[in-house]
């Protein structure tokens, strides 16, 4: 299309600052721009490519899918999605999955299981979910609301009601919260990504954890982004000596298409009954299709390597000119840089490699198979911008 970048803006909602690239194809690690320009891409679609562009083993499994059966909706059983369901509890030890389309929606449902169980289990006024001070669950208008920041909440009040906002790493500031209302559960990210790539510490999740049995509420994991293998383990909590209660995905789950999912333990596995939720996407055959290649992938052995790729990574860039400091966890990291870091993720466009920000940080999520020589060349260009 001629013109493109003008008609977008005449045809698409405004609600992006997209960068000036118009993606038309990829491979790997590796995008081209409609110039024929190429890009390592250190940002993945946001972390939703885990195995980049037009992996061969997904491609296959999502073409032969979608040439066989692409939707039936939620009225009938289908394969994938129970192939899929099974593995996710097998390799969690969770009981039930409820599956979605996206990051918020798997939120949702999630709200709704601790609300129902607080209901059940202590009363209706027990309907309180704390999470956390600039925290990101998703941008429905309750998952808005359960984000701890309060720039998203502007001009759309009123939001759902309902939510406390602790402060991460400081476990009296969750105490007191519980203590003067009335809470279903906790809601967490254990690496705060669109925050600022920011990690709790492990004493920290335990007190919550602690605090949970104590209180009888119910711990959802926000494994949104920082899931499927996406900080060296499966999911992240694994590195945090907790075991949730809900863990909510999405992202890299489908390694390219819209799926989520709402993960439960047996506690709370009984709470949604027939006709409580819902969706009509939500499991698709094409995508369970795409997410059962992603999932099956995620072995010890690779995740090893996930773990080497960010040791290389923090290495490479720590003490460099220009750069402060490297936060995250596996192949998530936030870089806080001298320069501004919108200005840094243009250099880096200029010079062929896309990057994301957070925040005031310059951040990484790059495919989990990235290969060591584009990883590394990706960092060359990272530093230079840097400088
Ligand atoms: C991206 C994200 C969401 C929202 O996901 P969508 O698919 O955009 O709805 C929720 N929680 C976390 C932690 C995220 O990173």
Redesign the pocket.
């Known amino acids: 299309m001629k013109d493109l970048i003008k008609a977008d803006k005449n045809y698409i909602l405004n609600t992006y600052a997209r960068f000036p690239v118009e993606i038309v194809s990829g491979k790997g690690a590796v995008c081209v721009d409609n110039n024929g320009k190429k890009y390592i891409d250190m940002g993945s679609g ?1 972390g939703v490519n885990a195995f980049g562009y037009a992996d061969e083993v997904w491609q296959k499994a999502v073409s032969e899918q979608a040439g066989k059966l692409q939707h039936t909706s939620n009225l009938y059983y289908t394969e994938p999605q129970v192939v899929l369901a099974k593995k996710l509890c097998e390799k969690t030890g969770m009981d039930k999955v409820f599956f979605a389309n ?4 798997s ?1 949702e449902c999630a709200i709704k299981v601790a609300r129902k169980y607080a209901e059940l289990n202590k009363g209706a006024k027990y309907y309180n979910i704390i999470t956390l001070k600039n925290s ?4 429905t208008l309750t ?1 808005l609301s359960a984000t701890g920041q309060d720039v998203f909440h502007k001009h759309f009040n009123p939001l759902t009601g309902g939510f406390l906002y602790a402060t991460a790493n400081d476990i009296k500031s969750v105490e007191k919260l519980i203590k003067k209302n009335k809470c279903a559960g906790i809601m967490l ?1 254990m690496v705060q ?2 925050g600022g790539v920011n990690p709790l510490s492990i004493e920290f999740v335990k007190g919550v954890k602690a605090l949970c049995e104590k209180h009888n509420l119910v711990l959802i994991i ?1 494994e ?2 920082t899931g499927n293998g996406r900080c060296g383990t499966l999911y992240s909590y694994m590195q945090f000596g907790i075991e949730p209660d809900v863990i909510t995905t ?2 890299g789950l489908g390694g390219g298409l819209p799926i ?1 999912a709402c993960i439960v333990n047996k506690r709370v596995s009984e709470v949604l009954t027939y006709g409580m939720h819902g969706s009509t996407f939500g499991g698709n055959p094409v995508a369970c299709a795409g997410a059962i290649t992603v999932i099956d992938r995620l072995n010890e052995k690779f995740l090893e390597k996930v773990k080497e790729k960010s040791a290389l990574i923090f290495e490479t860039l720590s003490k460099k000119d220009g750069i402060e400091s490297i936060t995250g966890l596996g192949l998530m990291i936030g870089i806080k840089t001298v320069k501004p870091a919108k200005e840094v993720v243009l250099k880096c466009i200029e010079n062929g490699v896309l990057c994301l920000t957070a925040k005031d940080k310059v951040r990484l999520l790059p495919p989990l198979n990235i290969d060591m020589k584009s990883l590394k060349s990706a960092l060359k260009v990272i530093e230079n911008a840097c400088k």
Do not use: L, P, W, Y
Request: glycine content about 20%; cysteine-free; hydrophobic content about 25%.
């Open positions: 946001i996206s990051g918020a929606e939120n990101f669950h998703g941008r998952t990210e990504g669109e926000d949104v982004q999405a992202k989520g």
